[in-house]
């Protein structure tokens, strides 16, 4: 009997010294200790052998070598879970973890925070539309009935499954969709992307951002227009720069204008940006055609308003020093990373 006790003390003495890496070497702990065929199960066979004065002595034994057994067996199982088995190593706590790469913000995502919140100090509220739209939104309440020459200064992607969906080809469509619900005063910007059938090139994509802005109130005036973007434009571009209106055509703005600055990369004295003529243009803007308004049942008599609109890559280009507008649309992590502190 004294060589059962012997032998048992020679086990757990392997037991405790046994280390597992991988669960495949716990699993052989297993099999080789708790199996059916295994050590615990073959000692405990031993106890038909003992005489009956001694069996309360060995069953005890046995049984703390069993349970003995089963608790190593636990342990390794839980560092092998943790990753972290190794020769019964506690886990280091003050270990550094790993790093999880900080994410950064896309160029454009900077570009139009930047414009959307210096119009938000003036109180605009920020709106969105869908960019799915029907022909109403886009182009009919705008004041561009069908067959109007106008639409051809957008080309237009259509649905083919619906005639009357079109990818919207400028975010004005929210301006309706915000006359139309009949709350005055208005004061939106309204920041989405938009889609033109254009080539794409280095210079043009088929799809941009723009932010729009729209003002509907009693007695607002071309002054109020011309007021708000001075301040957006020195917000924007610093106290130092110039700004111009030149007349334009817009169908759903009469009158209407568009706006240039002086070149901020060449402060004026002519560069490749502007084309040497020292400007910039950055926007179209005017006063909302009155019959704008009466398609969204707001009373022309007693509201006026103006709206602008301008796009967002090419300021994006300009300010990050970027030569190719694809690259916004590329999803390069090398590209997208370098914004990580810009603003
Ligand atoms: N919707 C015009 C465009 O897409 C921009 C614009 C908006 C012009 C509002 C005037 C007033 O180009």
């Given at each position: ?340 502190s810009a603003i």
């Open positions: 009997m004294e060589s059962l006790l012997q032998q048992i003390g020679a086990y757990k003495k392997e037991i405790s010294s046994f280390t597992a890496t991988d669960e495949k070497q716990v699993e052989e702990f297993r099999i080789k200790y708790l199996g059916t065929k295994g050590l615990v199960k073959a000692v405990m066979g031993e106890m038909k052998n003992v005489p009956t004065d001694r069996k309360k002595e060995f069953g005890q034994v046995l049984n703390d070598f069993k349970v003995f057994a089963e608790q190593k067996y636990e342990e390794l199982k839980q560092l092998t879970d943790n990753g972290a088995a190794s020769s019964g190593q506690q886990i280091d706590l003050s270990l550094p973890g790993d790093p999880t790469p900080m994410g950064s913000r896309h160029p454009i995502t900077l570009m139009k925070n930047r414009i959307v919140s210096i119009f938000q100090r003036l109180g605009f509220a920020e709106a969105e539309g869908p960019e799915i739209e029907d022909d109403w939104h886009n182009f009919g309440a705008l004041n561009l009935p069908p067959h109007h020459p106008a639409r051809d200064m957008q080309d237009t992607f259509y649905i083919q499954q619906n005639p009357d969906w079109v990818l919207r080809t400028h975010t004005s469509n929210t301006q309706i969709r915000e006359m139309e619900k009949g709350r005055l005063p208005i004061r939106v910007v309204c920041p989405g992307r938009v889609y033109r059938n254009e080539t794409v090139s280095a210079r043009s994509h088929c799809f941009f951002h723009q932010v729009e802005g729209l003002y509907i109130d009693e007695n607002v005036s071309f002054a109020d227009l011309k007021q708000t973007l001075y301040f957006f434009v020195k917000e924007m571009y610093g106290k130092d720069v110039k700004v111009r209106f030149r007349p334009s055509y817009f169908p759903f703005t009469e009158p209407s204008a568009e706006m240039d600055v002086t070149c901020f990369i060449c402060g004026g004295t002519g560069c490749n940006i502007c084309k040497k003529t020292g400007w910039v243009e950055i926007l179209g803007c005017g006063m909302v055609h009155p019959n704008v308004l009466q398609n969204c049942h707001i009373d022309p008599n007693k509201y006026t308003g103006f709206a602008f609109g301008m796009g967002i890559e090419r300021p994006a280009l300009l300010k990050y020093d970027i030569n190719d507008i694809r690259l916004f649309s590329e999803n390069d992590v090398r590209f997208l990373k370098q914004f990580s």
